[in-house]
């Protein structure tokens, strides 16, 4: 099974991980969440923090952070609402995930944007974006009708996005699973990403 079914409550304490899960917590950059705890840490993306499923491709996690240096976000407002920022996460996705394979299309949706007050008192905004891969078997082709004709969906993506300040940083947490994997495990899927809190560093 992908992700532990059982569900908990998003409001819970964070250090208090439901069974099958465990709970990072970075105390110099102030921020924690839970995750699957068949999860394995990936030290190269270049991301603060990621986590992915070994049983699934499909499947990651990763936290990202503005410099403490170079920005001042006093409220996750201060970059739109959660419309604008949504539409602004969807084009930047599809930057993210652009593919110079010949024959490929990416396409993708908002499908959700919302702000929420947490457990912890902060604001946040959960952004939900749908992303889909169409590539085709007769990249060669002569003509682009050919290649049409053969084009097939690659993969359905969900990718689940948290968005917070403290610290005077922009947090940005993002879940990744297949579509269909979403609509299996929707509660716990969003659970956990909602179990995401950012918090104040001491000084």
């Avoid at 699934?56 to 990763?62: A, K, P, R, S």
């Amino acid at each position: 099974m992908l992700i532990p079914t059982l569900p908990f409550s998003a409001s819970a304490k964070i250090e208090e991980a439901p069974p099958g899960y465990r709970v990072h917590r970075d105390k110099l950059d102030g921020y924690a969440f839970h995750y699957p705890q068949s999860w394995t840490p990936v030290s190269t993306s270049g991301n603060d923090i990621f986590y992915r499923n070994p049983y699934d491709v499909n499947e990651c996690l990763f936290v990202n952070l503005s410099s403490p240096s170079s920005s001042k976000y006093k409220s996750v407002r201060s970059i739109g609402t959660p419309d604008v920022v949504a539409e602004k996460a969807r084009r930047q996705y599809l930057r993210e995930m652009m593919s110079t394979r010949l024959g490929v299309k990416r396409e993708s949706d908002v499908v959700s944007s919302a702000d929420r007050t947490g457990s912890d008192g902060n604001e946040y905004y959960d952004l939900q974006v749908r992303m889909k891969s169409y590539a085709s078997r007769a990249q060669l082709a002569v003509t682009q009708a050919e290649i049409d004709a053969a084009t097939e969906l690659e993969w359905d993506r969900r990718l689940i996005t948290v968005l917070g300040s403290a610290n005077n940083r922009l947090y940005e947490f993002r879940l990744q699973t297949a579509n269909a994997t979403y609509e299996a495990n929707k509660e716990p899927l969003l659970a956990m990403a909602r179990s995401f809190a950012c918090f104040t560093v001491d000084a």
